[in-house]
């Protein structure tokens, strides 16, 4: 048993280190087959990305793996290991599936904010050239993606929005 964790341990420090863990070296080095080498890199493989994933959705982010994306690939695999590449293969459609159910709802959403927002900024009536004249701050605002300026004669702080922003904005006149 203990052999057995000083070869996982190796290999789990292999893969996160971004290299290719060889399996004919790693069974050569403990005296076991190569066949159960492969298992147990296959096996450490789906436990890191388990756990990243539990990890990711206790956080509410999305996972961002700090596997490096070679380390899975099929540069990363023996060409004759065919039940590793269908296992990947079958993580990254399932990874695929994940990311188009989870965000593809909101990428919609965020397209039709856009499409709005360009709207509502064309026809608003304090849009006045690229900066919105009804906002004004006394202190330098940190709106992601809008450009600050400073409006010379009040020396307020006046953005430029985007077109997100002009979707959400509640002041929205139409010019005459």
Not at 24 to 51: C, D, E, M, P
Not at 117 to 134: D, H, P, S, T, V
Not at 153 to 171: H, Q, S, Y
Request: net charge negative; proline share 5%; aromatic share 8%.
């Amino acid at each position: 048993m203990e052999r057995k964790d000083e070869i996982l341990e190796e290999i789990q420090s292999i893969i996160t280190s971004g290299k290719k863990p060889d399996a004919n070296l790693i069974a050569q080095r403990y005296g076991v087959t190569r066949q159960t080498v492969g298992a147990y890199i296959t096996n450490t493989i789906r436990r890191l990305k388990s756990t990243q994933a539990k990890i990711a959705a206790r956080e509410s982010k999305p996972v961002i793996s700090t596997i490096k994306p070679e380390t899975i690939s099929e540069q990363a695999i023996d060409k004759d290991d065919s039940e590793f590449k269908e296992n990947i293969k079958e993580l990254e459609d399932l990874v695929t599936d994940l990311v188009e159910e989870v965000y593809g709802p909101m990428f919609n959403l965020l397209a039709a904010s856009r499409l709005h927002g360009e709207w509502k900024k064309k026809k608003c009536f304090y849009l006045i050239g690229e900066f919105c004249k009804f906002w004004r701050w006394d202190d330098k605002p940190n709106m992601p993606g809008c450009k600050p300026a400073i409006e010379v004669d009040t020396g307020k702080w006046l953005i430029a929005p985007t077109a997100e922003f002009c979707a959400n904005c509640p002041c929205y006149e139409a010019k005459e």
